[in-house]
């Protein structure tokens, strides 16, 4: 398995996921069918998957069972799911366009993609507390106390309010940072960490891999930042050049890109180091450094 | 503690959840300091506290400590509250008021609503992972599952998914009952057996419970409509006679108001049938029939 170059382990991982993600959601044949189908619509068949990959490369770490993490990846990237689904609505950024398909609301209504978006917050809590799936009840424990931790108002959910609050203000870089350790990098450590926490992990381990996961997260967001000021729409399968029509304040805006892709490259060789101390097989962490960074280069 | 009278009783429960609440909820001067303060703002200081009631009404049968109890009665109350914000916002059912006060889209607005129910929903699975929280992590697995399966797609979520898709519509009595079996009684069922589950209980004690629940969630039900309809916004607290408004069906709408009120008084006997086996410690949980039954007669 380790075998494998990066891209075929990818593909497959990314497979992977989405098999999990089927069989994880509720079947389209179940009532409320609208809901169901909904929820199946918005979360299978696209995106890059990057928290399942990086639940699935913190896994080889702590020899984790495969259903745990396929549960961990699944419940992972239904909260990221269920935050593009709330953050493309009227009320939020209104956007029409979502991994090249129509968002929820476009394609069903405002109060489905509502309602789709709970649902999908609750369907990862169900998940990843289903008695059994972890060796240890208390390591699940934490797994979930980890993942609702990085989602609600001090993690995911808080981030989202500090980026409305920013709207057409002028936010220092250290502000910026803020606001993306909680909007995207939170749920990217929980990712990592719930990896890890699916098999057996020291405590040591988790503080370097934690550092990791930091570095991943702002790393991916300030590419995706010069993503969006570089890339066209159907490069980027949602619509480009949002932050700007918005007002918001990016990476890009406040560094300039030149100095946007300097930063990238500086945090993922400080993601590089935190894992200094691991062994082999915390190559899949490394190449999704790597990875992540040429998503601009 | 067991001596004292129903009233009496109640008053110092819903304190209790009161304080619970105060103190599991991010204080309002943490950051993002406006979303904490609307989490705040909609879950403090209003509401009868039906669910925590029966959380610690269960709670007396199963001998719980104090703190589980605390954490379970304001995670069941968490998981309400997200869904009033949700279901008051203006793609749904577009409410000014709620609990006497202005709904947090109109006190806020829209994007601010939307964000204070993902994260109250979230809060709920943080206060209820807590390491620690329960004496056996396993029965604490059990009591998260039980809450997100009770929430989700398949119960409370789903419940609002069917009474979207039947505005307008005729319903039978039958489609009605499994709307509100998802909708509100789903979300009571799992208060009775969080209650339960925080103590030690049998899994034969946990079905009588849940067949009470059931009754419950349903007498409730019937009430709300009976009340909805005879009664006025100033007495309810929130907008009276909006599911006419709405042309939404309830009871009162297939049944007549004076069958519905038969209905009650036959879901009241036979929640008081479940109970049955029970000793003494049950008292709480039988007044509370009562108490739920007396709001409208």
Redesign the interface.
């Known amino acids: 398995m380790t075998e494998a170059n990066f891209t075929d382990w990818m593909a497959r991982q990314q497979q992977r996921a989405e098999h999990a993600l089927e069989q994880a959601l509720?079947a389209a044949t179940?009532?409320?069918l609208?809901?169901?189908e909904a929820?199946r619509y918005t979360t299978l068949g696209g995106g890059k998957r990057v928290r399942p990959l990086l639940v699935y490369a913190a896994g080889e770490l702590s020899d984790a069972q495969t259903g745990t993490l396929d549960a961990a990846a699944s419940a992972v990237e239904c909260v990221h799911v269920?935050?593009l689904v709330?953050d493309d609505?009227p009320?939020?950024d209104d956007d029409a366009l979502r991994r090249g398909k129509p968002t929820v609301h476009v394609q069903y209504?405002?109060?489905?993609a509502?309602?789709v978006?709970?649902?999908l917050?609750?369907?990862a809590?169900?998940l990843l507390?289903?008695?059994g799936l972890f060796a240890d009840?208390?390591r699940?424990?934490?797994a979930?106390?980890t993942?609702?931790?990085a989602?609600?108002?001090?993690?995911m959910?808080?981030g989202?309010?500090?980026d409305?609050?920013s709207v057409g203000k002028e936010l220092s870089r250290a502000e910026l940072e803020v606001m993306h350790l909680h909007k995207t990098g939170a749920l990217i450590r929980a990712a990592v960490l719930l990896g890890a926490l699916s098999g057996e992990v020291s405590d040591d381990a988790l503080q370097h891999l934690d550092r990791y996961a930091k570095c991943i997260g702002l790393l991916f967001q300030v590419v995706d930042d010069v993503l969006d000021a570089v890339a066209d729409t159907a490069t980027l399968g949602k619509t480009a050049g949002k932050d700007a029509a918005h007002n918001k304040p990016t990476y890009v805006s406040i560094l300039g890109l030149s100095e946007s892709k300097q930063l990238a490259r500086e945090l993922a060789s400080e993601a590089e180091a935190a894992l200094a101390g691991f062994d082999a097989r915390a190559r899949r962490l490394r190449e999704l450094t790597h990875y992540i960074l040429s998503r601009q280069f």
Chains 1, 2 share one sequence.
């Open positions: 509720p179940l009532s409320p609208r809901l169901h929820m269920y935050s709330h609505m009320c939020m209504d405002d109060a489905t509502l309602l978006g709970d649902a917050q609750t369907q809590f169900d507390s289903t008695p009840p208390a699940q424990l934490r979930i106390h993942l609702a931790r989602s609600g108002s001090r993690g959910a808080g989202q309010a500090i409305l609050a």
